[in-house]
């Protein structure tokens, strides 16, 4: 068993299955030695976080959608890397954030995405760059989306 799969069982991680695509683009497209992965919004087949930060929502609820989002990254690596997933290292994640105008909390709701990464990866290999970016709608109405890259050896 890969060291990533033992690590998502450890945690008691169950990766969602891979979702359908909201529109005309391919979910990760790999160049040369990196992985880059398309925004994964705040659903999931069993859990969903929809609506708006600083209106209907408050960080802790952005928060879980951001590491939905990120459980649906690792899904999506896992289906570009397969056997080489333990390869695999985060660069950048950039966040978005369906919020109200005055919401100023970007950055505590992508700590979510950020935490899940460090935590199935390892500090070393899930440390990565990061922007959080505040916005006036995201597809289906979901709360947060998230895009990554990743490059691996």
């Given amino acids: 068993m890969a060291r990533f799969d033992q690590r998502v069982d450890e945690l008691g ?3 969602p299955e891979v979702q359908n695509l909201l529109g005309h683009y391919v979910p990760y497209r790999i160049s040369r030695n990196q ?15 929809t609506g708006k930060l600083g209106d209907d929502l408050a ?8 590491r939905l989002c990120a459980l649906n990254i690792l899904a999506q ?12 290292r985060a ?9 109200a105008p005055d919401f100023t909390q970007a950055s505590a709701v992508m700590n979510g995405a950020s935490d899940v990464l460090i935590e199935v990866l390892g500090e070393e290999k899930g440390s990565h760059a990061r922007s959080s970016v505040g916005v006036a ?9 998230v895009k990554a890259v990743f490059e691996f050896e």
């Fill in 35 to 49: 992985v880059f992965i398309a925004g994964q919004v705040s659903i999931i087949a069993s859990e969903r976080v």
């Fill in 91 to 99: 660069i950048e994640l950039t966040g978005f954030v369906n919020a």
């Fill in 59 to 66: 960080v802790q609820d952005g928060y879980r959608g951001a």
């Fill in 137 to 145: 709608s995201l597809p289906a109405g979901a709360a947060v989306g």
């Fill in 77 to 88: 690596l896992r289906a570009a890397l397969k056997d080489d997933i333990d390869r695999a």
């Fill in 13 to 15: 991680i169950t990766l």
